[in-house]
């Protein structure tokens, strides 16, 4: 099993400024299969991007992804308040198995 | 528009049983790979499951924690998957949500199951 470990675990910034969060994998995600999902209190995972830099439908550009074999990175250039969430990244092609990396919270500075 | 809804959740006994539904619209359901992801209170996102489409063979995978004790099955004629719990302890309680595809591109609103005596 493939295990990711994000970090930092928590990360506190001002509105304006880049974010950098990163995933670890313990093994080569296959094809780059690694996405990154945000999660507000009390709702539901959004997909952000997938194939570690596509973003998906409806996502801004300030959102972008990077990386490939065991290293990932998601950067948000400009933070806006709503952007102040949980991000996890998961990898969905090594195996049947899909894992998630345990989250890094973004909060307010 | 994309829409997931479940259902089906609530209190159960350690050693019970609990199905949850997850119907969904607004996308053609009988191509979609269904997946199953939970998440504990307080906790992070836990992938359990997925469904393939039938096109792509109609087959299951499971996460080691829930082996042998989930089962996935899904009916395209309802648009709807569902999950089948057995055996369940007080470690999976969590909000269990549906989401699409291949990477997880759309997801429920979830629902909550809680194992407690």
């Known amino acids: 099993e493939i295990v990711l470990t994000q970090s930092p675990g928590t990360l506190s910034l001002f509105p304006g400024e880049r974010a950098t969060l990163s995933c670890r994998a313990s093994?080569?995600?296959?094809?780059?299969?690694l996405a990154w999902y945000q999660q507000k209190p009390g709702q539901a995972p959004r997909l952000l991007i997938y194939?570690?830099?596509s973003r998906a439908t409806g996502i801004p550009d300030r959102f972008s992804g990077s990386g490939s074999g065991t290293d990932f990175t998601l950067t948000i250039s400009r933070l806006e308040p709503e952007d102040f969430a949980v991000y996890y990244c998961?990898?969905?092609?090594?195996?049947?198995?899909?894992?998630f990396g345990q989250g890094t919270k973004l909060g307010i500075k | 528009e994309v829409q997931l809804v479940e259902s089906g959740g609530g209190l159960v006994k350690p050693g019970g049983s609990l199905r949850l539904s997850c119907e969904g619209s607004?996308?053609?359901?009988?191509?979609?790979?269904m997946n199953w992801v939970r998440q504990a209170p307080g906790k992070g996102l836990e992938w359990i499951g997925r469904?393939?489409?039938?096109?792509?063979?109609?087959?299951?995978d499971y996460a080691a924690p829930v082996k042998g004790r989930f089962t996935i099955s899904r009916d395209d004629s309802k648009n709807t998957v569902w999950l089948q719990m057995n055996s369940l302890k007080t470690d999976d309680t969590a909000v269990y949500y549906c989401?699409?595809?291949?990477?997880?591109?759309?997801w429920g609103q979830g629902t909550l199951v809680t194992v407690s005596s």
């Open positions: 607004g996308f053609t359901f009988s191509n979609a790979w």
């Open positions: 469904i393939k489409s039938k096109p792509d063979g109609g087959t299951t």
């Open positions: 093994q080569s995600v296959g094809s780059n299969y």
């Open positions: 989401a699409t595809g291949w990477f997880l591109d759309y």
């Open positions: 194939g570690a830099s």
């Open positions: 998961q990898q969905y092609g090594t195996s049947p198995m899909y894992t």
